[in-house]
């Protein structure tokens, strides 16, 4: 059974680019939500998708996006990127019947602004 | 709004000695309360998690935590520490709303032999 999975695991862009991160939950899950994690910060919420909607948004600009698909595969979209930006993306899956705070962690995109 | 706060960046132990993480919250409803861990280059794991049952709760790999409401603590602890314990750990709470997480800063663990 795989796990959560996240392509790709590293890139490097320069300000201003724009980026798209991917995501497969966990078999089973319907449920995916993205989390930023800078260098020596704990992850922080930035979005959750649902039925292909966007159910719960974090404190982000509109720069992020994100997209769920009918297999439940989600993407993070990057507009404008800033320095700021760099840090280790997590995507986690969960089961949107299933028990509170269950989440299962992919290992990250980790994204470099140069 | 709901947070955690971890004492302490990093923690060091000899190897077969305690392990005490702290973990202070504040939530103006009954938390949900979450240890997980994150080994180096891995995405995090689920350690434990405090549902408003048993106020002690074990987890895996011999960790356990107790939720304390009089002092909003959920530290984590492990009677004997061993050298693969070694890694960040991540303490959250949850609004129980959607399964989003606010989690703190982390700690780190270093267990010397």
């Known amino acids: 059974d795989a796990g959560v999975t996240q392509s790709p695991t590293h890139l490097i862009k320069t300000r201003g680019q724009q980026v798209t991160l991917r995501c497969s939950p966990k078999s089973g899950h319907d449920t995916v939500s993205w989390y930023q994690q800078a260098l020596g910060q704990g992850p922080q919420f930035i979005f959750q998708?649902?039925?292909?909607?966007?159910?719960q948004r974090g404190n982000f600009p509109d720069r992020f996006s994100g997209h769920q698909f009918p297999n439940y595969s989600s993407e993070l979209n990057v507009n404008a990127l800033l320095l700021g930006d760099s840090a280790l993306y997590l995507c986690a899956s969960s089961l949107a019947q299933g028990a509170v705070g269950e989440l299962f962690f992919g290992e990250g995109s980790r994204l470099t602004v140069l | 709004a709901q947070s955690v706060t971890q004492l302490g960046s990093h923690v060091s132990v000899s190897e077969g000695a305690l392990v005490l993480l702290r973990c202070n919250y504040s939530?103006?409803?009954?938390?949900?309360l979450f240890w997980y861990v994150q080994y180096p280059n891995q995405g995090l794991q689920l350690l434990l998690k405090?549902?408003?049952?048993?106020?002690l709760v074990k987890g895996i790999n011999g960790f356990e935590a107790e939720f304390k409401k009089s002092e909003t603590s959920f530290h984590l602890t492990k009677p004997s520490a061993h050298m693969s314990d070694a890694a960040e750990y991540f303490c959250a709470v949850s609004d129980r709303g959607y399964s989003t997480l606010t989690f703190g800063k982390g700690t780190m663990l270093l267990v010397s032999p």
């Open positions: 998708y649902y039925e292909e909607e966007e159910r």
């Open positions: 405090y549902t408003s049952a048993a106020t």
């Open positions: 939530s103006s409803v009954p938390p949900y």
